[in-house]
């Protein structure tokens, strides 16, 4: 069963050994287990439902509790406080389209506000549900989860927007197809959220990013159905496709995606180099992604981040034996991580692999084989557990994502750790800022940080904690002209920068948009735009 108020299962765990704790406490200090609130408890925070409990909604208390947080820093902290609210006065669950619109419409004729609802994996806020004198209602998507066509001669198949990842794969794979879309809540999120927050897998080097994924859209707006997409390409004015991408509901429920396939590949292998230093390993991506080697990823991890990773990672002896090796090839301190994805036929993988170790021993790049990439591979969606133990050993955890050109990359990222640390210094708090690049584009990169810090114990401070180290952050990522998101979307959270980003007139015309397909206002306000 999925865990109420954390990630996962209520049986997944991230175990962190003794030597793992020992270098939290030395980072940041000796953290304090919390009391968190226990389902009861929260259960008991959900007031009466405005709504009655008549078909197509449910006012059941626990659904509509599970159904009004995602996993941004003030998610987890009101999941873990118990404090969940506001709620939704009722949840819909729709099972295809037409039942989709006629949910929107009924929330219409009640003058409710809809909040949509796909797998309940948003970081930044997207989930939310306003404070207001309208009654509230989630729908969810989740049961709109088929495949419901494939052409298989066009390479291009249609799936409920609901679809969570392992389903969407799932159910290609008997027809000989993938889509290849791996966000790190590949778990959880689904086709539909994906497409409408600019989602980008980890093996977008290959795959491409969701827009790139996307062939066509079928919304229930509050103004009628709206269909996007549908050939391969068209010069017949905008492509209004990307009116969809990125609209984080508020034009209308997207509730069937079309999307570009792939056949699926006979040999995939993930490899780890070490280089020396940072410098040597920025330039070394930078040169692998300009050749336009034909690999499905590039993850390069900073010295902080590399140092992290194989010290939580549990394996002492490995580990040792590793720095032997590295250190008798000349890479000692400092040392920065690579991950590379090699996909395609047996020959494409065997020449593949020759180029791109070939360009990285030209930076000094030492190949360790495919141990730690298999390592990789295997827990490549756990990463989101950490936090869970973290929490529960009284460390807090959140993420910034951001992507620049790769002249402004390693300013952009040495800034965003020293923010972090800088912004609960008054506080004589230390913040363990580690950072990777995750997505590799021959002008740039994404830049994507991770800050761990103690919690205080007490949900308020705790919040003003994160509220102060995220307006830091995000500050110091518009003024180095970084994107406010690269591929967890806007939300709330982002929202209050995305002026600075789209400008006076884009700000308007994103407004207008929305008016036109949503004249009450009543799809997810507050996210996206204020």
């Known amino acids: 069963m999925r865990r109420w108020n954390g ?197 977008s080097l290959r795959y491409g990013r969701i827009e790139q994924l996307f062939a066509a859209g079928r919304l229930s707006t509050p103004r009628g159905e709206l269909r996007v997409g549908g050939v391969p390409a068209s010069s017949a004015g905008p492509d209004l496709r990307e009116a969809v991408l990125g609209s984080e509901g508020r034009l209308g429920l997207l509730t069937e995606v079309t999307a570009r396939l792939r056949r699926i590949p006979d040999c995939e292998d993930f490899h780890g180099v070490f280089f020396p230093d940072w410098d040597s390993a920025i330039e070394a991506t930078r040169a692998l992604v300009q050749a336009d080697l034909p690999l499905s990823m590039l993850r390069l991890s900073n010295e902080v981040e590399t140092e992290t990773q194989l010290r939580l990672a549990g394996h002492a002896a490995l580990i040792r034996w590793l720095q032997r090796y590295l250190g008798m090839r000349g890479i000692q301190q400092g040392q920065c991580m690579l991950m590379m994805g090699v996909t395609g036929s047996v020959a494409e993988c065997r020449r593949m692999r020759r180029d791109a170790l070939a ?78 690049l995750s997505h590799m584009y021959r002008q740039g990169c994404s830049i994507y940080s991770t800050f761990v810090f103690r919690s205080a114990g007490d949900p308020d401070a705790d919040l003003e904690r994160w509220r102060r180290l995220k307006t830091r952050v995000s500050e110091t990522i518009v003024a180095h002209d970084g994107t406010i998101s690269h591929q967890h979307g806007v939300g709330v959270d982002h929202a209050p920068y995305l002026p600075a980003e789209k400008g006076a007139l884009g700000m308007d015309l994103i407004r207008a948009m929305a008016r036109e397909f949503d004249p009450d206002g009543m799809m997810n306000p507050g996210k996206l735009f204020q």
């Open 7 to 203: 990630w996962g299962e209520d049986s997944d765990e991230f175990a962190l050994g003794e030597d793992a704790r020992a270098f939290l406490s030395e980072r940041v200090g000796p953290g304090s287990a919390p009391q968190d609130a226990t389902l009861e408890q929260a259960l008991a925070t959900v007031p009466e439902s405005r709504l009655p409990a008549t078909s197509p909604f449910q006012t059941d208390p626990l659904l509509r509790l599970v159904h009004a947080r995602g996993h941004s820093f003030p998610d987890w902290v009101a999941m873990r406080s118990g404090r969940m609210g506001p709620y939704a006065d009722a949840v819909a669950l729709p099972t295809r389209h037409d039942e989709a619109a006629q949910v929107l419409a009924a929330a219409r004729s009640l003058g409710a506000i809809v909040v949509p609802y796909g797998g309940g994996t948003s970081v930044v806020g997207h989930l939310n549900v306003p404070r207001t004198d309208r009654p509230v209602v989630n729908i969810s998507l989740e049961r709109m989860n088929r495949l419901l066509a494939v052409d298989d001669r066009a390479w291009l198949a249609t799936l409920g927007a609901g679809t969570p990842g392992p389903q969407v794969e799932a159910q290609l794979r008997t027809h000989g197809f993938m889509l290849g879309h791996y966000p790190q809540s590949y778990p959880y999120s689904t086709l539909g959220g994906w497409v409408v927050t600019r989602s980008s897998g980890q093996q």
């Open 359 to 436: 360009v990285a021993r030209r930076f000094r790049g030492v190949h360790v084989g495919k141990s730690i990439g298999k390592g990789w591979a295997k827990n490549r969606f756990r990463g989101p557990l950490l936090r869970n133990a973290l929490w529960d050993l009284g460390y807090a955890a959140d993420t910034v994502e951001t992507c620049v050109n790769w002249p402004k990359a390693t300013a952009l990222m040495r800034a965003i750790e020293q923010a972090a640390r800088d912004a609960l210094a008054a506080d004589n708090e230390r913040v363990h800022a580690f950072t990777h």
